[in-house]
T-cell receptor, first 110, second 110 residues
Framework: EDQVTQSPEALRLQEGESSSLNCSYT??????LFWYRQDPGKGPEFLFT???AGEEKEKERLKATLTKKESFLHITAPKPEDSATYLC???????????FGTGTRLKVLA | DVKVTQSSRYLVKRTGEKVFLECVQD?????MFWYRQDPGLGLRLIYF???????EKGDIPEGYSVSREKKERFSLILESASTNQTSMYLC?????????FGPGTRLTVT
């Protein structure tokens, strides 16, 4: 069964303390791996798409990487405004559907 | 920028009422989706549409129907609202792979 698992469920960091969020996936025929940011009470905001193992994408303090089994969202020197829930999703050629993880709630303390 | 709008941010309805949630996108995207999001369960696909007047069931279609009469508009209908349909409803659109989400509608059924 296709599955996407994110860890940890919640993460508290001090401002400037770098860390990584994990997204493990078991899907048949990955067509794309997506990262989203979601603020409380709002819709997810698209961040990155990764298509193949070894690919990396960067945006400000965020860098997303992809292997054949997992993706990481690295946050370098985070600021309080980076506090949000980060979601990952896999799009598969098997079902042509998006499979979402349940997210990592990130809190960055000043 | 892609813009996806939803008709209401907050909605309160009574059990048994027929409820309409509207979604409009302005980027001429072929694909549109309706999800519900509940704590601990992540995003679950209700229905999606790959073309005007076309619809496909997602993972949890029971109690819902959809309508897509124009390319830019995708409506979700709760035929007879029940308390277990209290949730955050998210609409998304995509051209190829990346999904872009609306702000969400927080529906409460009492």
């Amino acid at each position: 069964e296709d599955q996407v698992t994110q860890s940890p469920e919640a993460l508290r960091l001090q401002e400037g303390e770098s860390s990584s969020l994990n997204c493990s996936y078991t899907v048949s025929g990955l067509r794309g791996l997506f990262w989203y940011r979601q603020d409380p009470g709002k819709g997810p905001e698209f961040l990155f798409t990764l298509y193949s193992a070894g690919e990396e994408k960067e945006k400000e303090r965020l860098k997303a990487t992809l292997t054949k089994k997992e993706s990481f969202l690295h946050i370098t020197a985070p600021k309080p405004e980076d506090s949000a829930t980060y979601l990952c999703a896999a799009y598969t050629s098997g079902t042509y559907k998006y499979i979402f993880g349940t997210g990592t709630r990130l809190k960055v303390l000043a | 920028d892609v813009k996806v709008t939803q008709s209401s941010r907050y909605l309160v309805k009574r059990t048994g009422e027929k409820v309409f949630l509207e979604c409009v996108q302005d980027m001429d995207h072929e694909n549109m989706f309706w999800y519900r999001q509940d704590p601990g369960l992540g995003l679950r696909l209700i229905y999606f549409s790959y073309d005007v007047k076309m619809k496909e069931k997602g993972d949890i279609p029971e109690g819902y129907s959809v309508s897509r009469e124009k390319k830019e508009r995708f409506s979700l209908i709760l035929e007879s609202a029940s308390t277990n349909q209290t949730s955050m409803y998210l609409c998304a659109s995509s051209a190829q792979y990346e999904q872009y989400f609306g702000p969400g509608t927080r529906l409460t059924v009492t």
